[in-house]
């Protein structure tokens, strides 16, 4: 049965109590989020929609060839094939954890409560930094394609201030309404990438799809390594499925059919649009493109090349809401893991407040928008680069730090089923977590010594943006301590809001 604590450790509201309608707040103007709001499809929705394809092909993708030459499109395979392996885990567990902190409480169920709040501030900051990093990433895009495609010019920093409060409005909004906005963001990206594709294939044939890259042997090359680090971190945001096990409808089955279906259509979808953009050029002659001068603009060179320039156009405009989608995802769990901390108490309290109409976290809601408004005005004033340095920085230092975890919350799964299965496979809740933990702690480890693919910086700068994780983890980890030693009954009572029992 589903065990329920109110903040502080007071009980649930009285099992015969009236259960809420799906979508309605369980707890109007209290501290429990809209019940059964969100379905399979929306749940895919925000998952895709942060990792942002079209951004992920068009923007990144040129820099993964560069690297990893031939390699690319099966670096992308095996990379959704990882992350599957870790959803096969991850999973399993969600059926018996649901909590709006999820990568929190899956560590401290299954390596202890210290190692839980360590990763919960890892997960608060990384988010956050994220979300941030996109903000900026919108106001570059807009201010640029915009006065491009219509000749009024306004500063990033103004577009940056819309995209807050678009963002910031949506995510007080019912979540259904987030969900609605991101699926036609997404379908629009999904649309264009496909005419590209049916473009390259209508004029090449199957020479655009040359078998080479599908070779093993490439992956020996010297760039590879590089390559895996951009190619895991095109999946970044997936395991968000977890974090709205709380608002999803049957939860035990949503969220694993969720998951696999996002990390099956980022793994295919990539590879088959890389391997197609490589076709376009020739496989060979695609790698010496993208190491040039020129690499940045492949995709959109072929795109005006095999279907027109309209579709070059468009895909400049797009890429604006793929910005804009990927933000408004972000913003969303970023603000459910202040939920989640404040519920605890590891957070201010007044976080973990509810609106009373929307069932959304709306403080959290409030303070992340905030938060994003005081670093773009930072950004602004100091006159910097606002793709270089205010989108690239923080956001690498949140896409590592989700990558740690995502390491550590699979190692919990193993911790968690070690001594009961649960009916779990031997597969699910050993073999998959170990495997993942292993491949994603490679993966971190690399994107740790080549942090300057994430962050375009090096030296000191990448030293400095590398020192948030470590420290915050060390805040956790003493916060723990404290709660334990002066408040024993509530240091027990953590993550047992919303823990599926057998």
């Not at 992350?83 to 899956?106: D, E, K, P």
């Not at 819309?162 to 699926?183: D, E, F, P, Q, Y």
């Not at 997404?186 to 049916?198: K, M, N, P, R, S």
């Not at 089923?417 to 933990?437: I, Y």
Request: aromatic fraction near 10%; hydrophobic fraction near 55%; charged fraction near 10%.
């Amino acid at each position: 049965m589903s065990v329920t604590s109110e903040p502080g450790g007071a009980p649930a509201a009285h099992p015969n109590a009236s259960a809420p309608q799906p979508g309605e707040p369980q707890d109007p103007g209290g501290t429990a989020l809209s019940s059964a709001a969100i379905g399979v499809f929306d749940l895919v929705f925000f998952v895709v929609a942060a990792a942002a394809p079209l951004t992920a092909v068009a923007g990144v993708a040129p820099a993964a060839i560069a690297m990893g030459g031939l390699a690319t499109p099966l670096g992308y395979i095996l990379s959704g094939g990882l992350l599957a392996l870790f959803a096969a885990g991850f999973t399993a567990m969600s059926l018996h954890v649901r909590n709006a902190g999820a990568f929190y409480a899956y560590v401290a169920r299954g390596l202890g409560k210290a190692t839980g709040i360590g990763t919960a501030y890892v997960a608060v900051v990384s988010y956050n930094l994220v979300e941030i990093g996109l903000v900026a990433c919108f106001g570059f895009f807009a201010s640029s394609g915009v006065e491009d495609l219509t000749g009024f010019g306004a500063p990033w920093w103004l577009w940056s201030a819309v995209c807050i409060a678009a963002v910031g409005v949506l995510g007080w909004l019912r979540v259904t309404l987030s969900a609605k906005v991101l699926g036609i963001a997404l379908v629009l990206e999904v649309v264009v990438l496909l005419i590209l594709e049916g473009g390259v294939l209508n004029h090449r044939g199957t020479a655009a799809l040359d078998p080479a890259v599908l070779n093993p042997a490439s992956l020996g090359g010297a760039g590879v390594a590089g390559m895996f680090v951009l190619a895991i971190g095109a999946f970044t945001g997936f395991e968000a499925t977890a974090i709205y096990a709380e608002e999803a409808r049957e939860p035990r089955r949503t969220v694993p059919r969720a998951t696999f279906m996002a990390v099956g259509f980022l793994a295919a979808f990539y590879a088959f649009a890389v391997w197609v953009v490589m076709g376009a050029f020739g496989a060979e002659d695609a790698v010496r493109v993208a190491r040039g001068v020129d690499g940045p603009d492949m995709v959109f060179s072929a795109a005006g090349r095999f279907v027109g320039p309209w579709l070059s156009d468009s895909m400049h405009l797009l890429i604006i809401t793929s910005a804009f989608a990927a933000t408004l995802a972000f913003h969303n769990a970023a603000a459910r893991y202040m939920y989640a901390l404040g519920r605890e108490g590891l957070l201010p309290r007044p976080l973990a407040r509810v609106s009373s109409r929307s069932g959304s976290p709306s403080t959290a809601v409030v303070v992340q928008s905030l938060l994003a408004a005081a670093f773009i005005a930072i950004g602004a004033l100091s006159g910097a680069d606002p793709y270089a340095v205010v989108f690239l920085w923080p956001n690498g230092t949140g896409v590592l730090g989700i990558m740690v975890m995502q390491a550590l919350a699979a190692l919990a799964v193993y911790g968690f089923f070690r001594r009961d299965r649960r009916g779990v496979s031997v597969f699910r809740a050993q073999w998959a977590p170990l495997l993942s933990c292993l491949g994603l702690t490679v993966l971190a480890v690399l994107a740790v010594l080549r942090f300057d693919l994430l962050t375009g910086a090096s030296g000191a700068v990448n030293i400095g943006l590398l020192v948030p994780l470590p420290v915050v983890f060390c805040v956790g980890l003493v916060v723990a301590r404290h709660i334990r030693r002066t408040d024993p009954q509530r240091y027990a009572r953590l993550t047992t809001v919303d823990v599926e029992r057998d």
